[in-house]
């Protein structure tokens, strides 16, 4: 074969090549709780995600080309977390809607940055997140500081002269969001009756009830998750206590009422508005139920990610993190959670926190 001819053939696969690579996939990851006992919003962050794929490439992907979707499954574990981080980086991954628990994404976001992979998280709140001058991480959800100051002031309006107690899981979110509380109850002159922890993924929460029931709690804040919440609302009720129990996002999921049954009646929670009621995404949320899947909770926060996502890589023309990172933060982007936009620090400029109720073992917005 001559010199020549080697030429040609070199330069065809070459063409080849490049024509193969401007049609290859842009793979994007959703991560966090897929398995444990937090796999229940795991399951509404991949079922959000995996939509928001399967729309964007049925309206012609993302800068003329497909996306491709990996499920990173962290078990709401920091460890296992920083693994998966570092896997996803491996396959080639450009973008993280993930991952769930403030304890899995604060350490799997200093793996995102060092990589250049945009991490935009639906639902960590601990505010250390966004707080470490990392460029390319964001969440579109709110932040424990601003959810503790709106529960702490409703506790202070809502039952004045009630004796509260706080207590948290230890966690980074629980822990983070019971000490926000705390730090608003204090500044409105309230001392809580009680201050404790508890150990998550116990089964019996009996001597720290019996202490409720003694000191005499009418509220009982709970920073943690919905699983213990849960337990501690039926063996509250089995002691004959009607203490009410107020808590954060993390009580978001009918799992919630599954555990508790009646006795989770006049559970309140703080979360962001439910995008669901925006009459704009009625049709996808029908959707949603016509597949045999209420999109309640972080469902379409993890959607919506995606899309703002995309819609600043269609605005700079390329997947580039920190070029991604710039657009994101000097525009708005409308979602199925509305026109949103981010700080400088990657924060989501959104509505703030509202009060839901559990009532006949559904929630909705809190009413007086």
Not at 11 to 28: C, E, K, N, Q, V
Not at 100 to 123: F, H, K, N, T
Not at 128 to 141: A, G, H, Q
Not at 148 to 174: E, M, R, W
Request: with cysteine; net charge neutral; hydrophobic share 40%.
């Amino acid at each position: 074969m001559t010199g020549t001819a080697c030429k040609a053939i070199a330069a065809a696969l070459g063409l080849l090549l490049a024509a193969a690579s401007a049609r290859a996939d842009i793979m994007i990851a959703v991560a966090g709780p897929m398995t444990g006992q937090y796999a229940s919003f795991g399951e509404q962050m991949r079922r959000g995600a995996e939509m928001a794929v399967a729309d964007l490439n049925a309206a012609g992907g993302v800068l003329g080309q497909k996306l491709r979707l990996e499920v990173g499954d962290d078990a709401c574990d920091p460890k296992q977390a920083v693994a998966v981080a570092n896997q996803l980086v491996g396959k080639g991954v450009r973008f993280v809607a993930g991952h769930w628990c403030s304890g899995s994404s604060i350490p799997a976001s200093d793996v995102y940055a060092d990589e250049e992979v945009l991490q935009i998280s639906p639902g960590s709140t601990n505010p250390v997140l966004t707080e470490r001058n990392l460029p390319t991480v964001f969440r579109v959800c709110g932040r424990d500081d601003q959810q503790g100051a709106v529960a702490g002031n409703f506790l202070a309006d809502t039952f004045p002269g009630k004796k509260i107690a706080v207590i948290h899981d230890k966690t980074a979110y629980g822990k983070g969001l019971a000490d926000e509380t705390l730090k608003t109850l204090k500044s409105r002159g309230i001392t809580p009756t009680m201050y404790e922890a508890y150990t998550a993924g116990e089964k019996d929460y009996s001597a720290l009830i019996t202490k409720l029931k003694v000191n005499g709690v009418e509220i009982l804040y709970i920073g943690g998750y919905h699983t213990e919440a849960g337990l501690m609302a039926r063996q509250m009720k089995g002691q004959g206590m009607s203490t009410r129990i107020v808590s954060g996002d993390a009580l978001m999921t009918n799992e919630y009422w599954a555990i508790t049954g009646p006795a989770g009646e006049g559970t309140l929670m703080t979360f962001s508005p439910d995008p669901r009621m925006n009459p704009g995404v009625a049709g996808l949320v029908e959707r949603f139920r016509k597949a045999g899947y209420e999109p309640e909770g972080y469902t379409l926060y993890a959607y919506g990610a995606i899309q703002a996502w995309k819609q600043a890589a269609e605005k700079v023309g390329k997947v580039d993190a920190p070029q991604l990172a710039a657009a994101l933060k000097s525009g708005e982007f409308d979602t199925v959670l509305g026109k949103i936009g981010f700080d400088a620090k990657g924060d989501v400029t959104a509505p703030g926190y509202v009060l839901y109720e559990w009532k006949g073992g559904q929630y909705g917005y809190y009413r007086k």
